[in-house]
Antibody, heavy 117, light 107 residues
Framework: EVQLVESGGGLVQPGSPLKLSCAAS????????LNWIRQAPGKGLEWVAS????????YYPDTVKGRFVVSKDNAKNTGYLQMNNLRSEDTAMYYC??????????WGQGVMVTVSS | DIQVTQSPSVLSASVGDRVTLNCKAS??????LNWYQQKLGEAPKLLMY???NIQTGIPLRFSGSGSGTDYTLTISSLQPEDVATYFC?????????FGSGTKLEIK
């Protein structure tokens, strides 16, 4: 059974860093893209980051480019999202999701990040 | 960036009704259009990929169609468990973009 479990969320002050983790199981992690999607409270979905299977290519929207870094450790079956210089508008539920034959075919349960002073 | 517009934003229908949700992209997305269902308090779930390919385990009352810039998700006979928000999503070009969602309610 495919499972993705996020961790590392919490309350942080504006300008602070935070690193999220996504522990994967039930599939060959090294063969799949890993992605992060976020959802602000009561709002829609926003794609945040993607990384290819071997970790050499990454993609971001302009809203987070230069502040967020996605990575994956295939030996540990874990993906990461390093978030720097956090802003209040980054407050959201953050989901990790796998891509196999199509993007985001399986999602984790999400982890909440709140940026507030 | 490709903008994806969903309509209507809220849809109220009766159990057993045929329901159609719409998604319009600002440019041709070559059928690289997925649909996700999100129930209250849950993570989104993939329903349909590349316009008309149903994900494993999804009931066959769900179907998808479209091409170019216009796409639809159809529920042939609405069931109470279909109450959710539905998001379309284009993955033809970076940056990847979601529609703003259609909230489906039961009358």
């Amino acid at each position: 059974e495919v499972q993705l479990v996020e961790s590392g969320g919490g309350l942080v002050q504006p300008g602070s860093p935070l690193k999220l983790s996504c522990a994967a199981s039930g599939f060959t992690f090294s063969s799949n893209w890993l992605n992060w999607i976020r959802q602000a409270p009561g709002k829609g979905l926003e794609w945040v980051a993607s990384i290819n299977p071997d970790g050499r290519r990454t993609y971001y929207p302009d809203t987070v480019k230069g502040r967020f870094v996605v990575s994956k450790d295939n030996a540990k079956n874990t993906g990461y999202l390093q978030m720097n210089n956090l802003r209040s508008e980054d407050t959201a539920m953050y989901y990790c999701a796998r891509s196999d034959r199509t993007p985001f075919d399986y999602w984790g349960q999400g982890v909440m990040v709140t940026v507030s002073s | 960036d490709i903008q994806v517009t969903q309509s209507p934003s809220v849809l109220s229908a009766s159990v057993g009704d045929r329901v159609t949700l719409n998604c319009k992209a600002s440019h041709n997305i070559n059928k690289y259009l997925n649909w996700y269902q999100q129930k209250l308090g849950e993570a989104p779930k993939l329903l349909m990929y590349n316009t008309n390919n149903i994900q494993t385990g999804i009931p066959l009352r769900f179907s998808g169609s479209g091409s170019g810039t216009d796409y639809t998700l159809t529920i042939s006979s609405l069931q109470p468990e279909d109450v959710a928000t539905y998001f379309c999503f284009q993955h033809n070009v970076w940056p990847l973009t979601f529609g703003s969602g259609t909230k489906l309610e039961i009358k």
